[in-house]
């Protein structure tokens, strides 16, 4: 069974910066494709980010998120920046494994003047 908990989230201006955490225990973390997903209210959950072999992302974080990893830790980030209000959901860590996908509980974000 794989474990994920994600932390780092807050509240912060547009324009500024957060780096998100999240940290695995169970299965072996170097076979994971990780990923990030967001939620925002009233909306569905949609992909933000993923990284296997190479790294993919949303359009509209583009140049603004970054996804990295490492496996020393087994820790995925998503580092931040130039964050605007309808960056504005709760940030979910994904993990897709051999053995199945797993989700963690989530971390607010919240963009606001």
């Known amino acids: 069974q794989v474990h994920l908990v994600e932390s780092g989230g807050g509240l912060v201006q547009p324009g500024e910066s957060l780096r998100l955490s999240c940290a695995a225990s169970g299965g072996y973390f170097n076979v994971f494709v990780m990923g990030w997903y967001r939620q925002a209210p009233g909306k569905q959950r949609e992909w933000v980010a993923t990284?296997?072999?190479?790294?993919n992302y949303l359009e509209s974080v583009k140049g603004r998120f970054t996804i990295s990893r490492d496996n020393t830790k087994n820790t995925v980030y998503l580092q931040m920046s130039s964050l605007k209000p309808e960056d504005t959901a709760v940030y979910y860590c994904?993990?897709?494994?051999?053995?199945?996908?797993?989700w963690g509980q989530g971390t607010q974000v919240t963009v606001s003047s």
């Open positions: 990284i296997g072999s190479n790294t």
């Open positions: 994904n993990a897709v494994s051999p053995g199945g996908t797993y």
